[in-house]
């Protein structure tokens, strides 16, 4: 018997019991106003509310001579506003146990706030202020600016984030999504408060917005909040920008730099979420390299040959643009053979698609893992939003499990076809690229158990 057989045994047991879960799940869905969407579970269990929100405020947005600046003003969120200065907005959120963070990715400006109940009116006023009254004072962007540009000089010496830089550049030429989303010392040190007073005015905005909250409120409670949070917001949605149409460089591409365990990043064109293909594609890509442990290229990188301690792949989903991302780490004499077997791999995978038993396999753990995702109002509200952010309908949470039960092997086998083809390879090595050779498996510095597939699926 496997490791991963009284797992994924665990976890058909759990998408036996998943379509009970997902009834008692009630999702309601409403718009505050035209175009803001509002996604919310009411659980009186716990005193709390935890609330997820997307706006149109991502990296894509970035001027072309000033990239970062969206996840630069995102930085600035809990920076003061109204009559608050800095230091007196934050005491405001710690005094009252709110928690306030920001995340921006190539699409979105994520807002993450967590409340008890009984401070949710100020929570939510709070929140508002920040984003329709941001003060962005000079010494916080001066504070700010530094903590941006350390963490950029630190990205500099790790291969990995050298050689994800390298392949969204390769990748997307001049679309937005080709510059990173902090940007780069030269952008984040040339903006200025009057850049970022005029990218929140016309990015923080309700048109567009996407919210999904769960915990202790009722519909009416949730309205009233809602409204002290956006509803000084323009309703305007910024202009779109466009689809991404020419992705990849097929190639190596080599991001010099002297150390022991280089990472190469290696993408392919992929599909958008709504592709009629897309579940088939997600439940081949889990197969290739998303299952962890279980994963074809897992197998043969790791497994059969030691080249490396993890690989993975992600079938990436923006909104301008989809694609195949995957990241392997390995000792720079093995970065070669660990190209070659990876492109052997997809090249086998593309011709004969998968198993019976590993599709079976996906299946078990994409349906069974699925509950994991909603332990508990902070999830349920962040995985809501995910749906919310990839344009799906709010009785997905239903459907989905039957939805990738549905999927067959032909359907995978064909979405293998079209998405795995070694010869559109995009390859970027941060680091250097050595002889072949065998070697031992590269390790964290503190490796710890890992199960035998990936992280929750999200999707």
Do not use: C
């Not at 950029?152 to 830089?165: G, M, N, T, Y």
């Not at 080249?307 to 792949?313: N, Q, W």
């Amino acid at each position: 018997m496997t490791l991963r057989t009284p797992v994924l045994a665990a976890l058909a047991a759990l998408a036996i019991g998943f379509p009970v879960a997902a009834h008692a799940l009630d999702v309601q869905a409403f718009n505050l106003a035209k175009g803001q969407q509002v996604w919310f579970v009411s659980d009186r269990t716990l005193p709390m509310i935890a609330m997820t929100v997307a706006l149109p405020a991502g990296s894509g947005y970035d001027p072309a001579a000033k990239p970062g600046l969206a996840s630069f003003a995102g930085d600035m969120l809990d920076e003061g506003a109204g009559r608050l200065n800095a230091n007196a907005f934050q005491t405001a959120l710690s005094n009252r146990a709110i928690k306030l963070s920001v995340a921006a990715d190539r699409d979105w400006l994520v807002v993450t706030l967590v409340t008890l109940s009984d401070n949710a009116k100020d929570a939510f006023q709070l929140l508002g202020m920040a984003l329709a009254q941001p003060r962005f004072d000079q010494d916080a962007i001066a504070r700010v600016r530094a903590q941006v540009l350390s963490g950029l000089a630190e990205q500099e010496e790790d291969p990995a984030a050298v050689a994800e830089k390298g392949f969204y550049r390769a990748f997307f030429h001049d679309h937005p999504y080709a510059h990173p989303v902090g940007g780069d010392a030269g952008g984040v040190a040339a903006i200025n408060q009057g850049d970022l007073k005029g990218f929140a005015a016309t990015h923080w905005v309700a048109g567009g917005i996407r919210i999904a909250v769960a915990g202790d409120v009722d519909r009416a409670e949730l309205t009233s909040l809602l409204k002290s949070a956006f509803g000084k917001l323009s309703p305007r949605s910024p202009p779109a920008f466009a689809f991404a149409q020419h992705e990849g460089r097929p190639g190596i591409q080599v991001m010099a730099m002297n150390v022991p365990q280089p990472t190469a990043m290696f993408g392919l064109p992929g599909i958008l979420r709504n592709d009629p293909d897309y579940l088939a594609a997600y439940v081949a890509n889990d197969i290739l390299g998303g299952g962890g442990f279980a994963s074809r290229l897992t197998g043969e990188v790791r497994e059969k040959r030691g080249l490396t301690y993890d690989i993975s792949t992600d079938l990436e989903t923006d909104r301008r643009a989809g694609f195949v991302l995957g990241e392997v780490a390995t000792k720079r004499d093995a970065v070669q053979q660990s190209i070659a077997v990876i492109r052997a791999t997809l090249r086998d995978y593309a011709a004969n698609g998968p198993s019976d038993a590993e599709l079976a396999d996906a299946k078990t753990w994409l349906t069974g893992s699925f509950p994991l995702a909603f332990g508990s109002n902070v999830d349920i509200a962040a995985q809501l939003n995910t749906f919310q952010r990839l344009g799906l309908a709010v009785d997905y949470l239903k459907k989905r499990n039957a939805l990738i039960e549905a999927v067959t092997l032909d359907q995978v086998k064909r979405a293998a076809k079209r998405l795995f083809d070694p010869a559109r390879l995009t390859i970027v090595v941060g680091g250097s690229v050595g002889g072949a050779g065998d070697v031992a498996p590269p390790r964290p510095a503190q490796a710890t158990a890992a199960a035998p597939r990936g992280a929750v699926r999200r999707q």
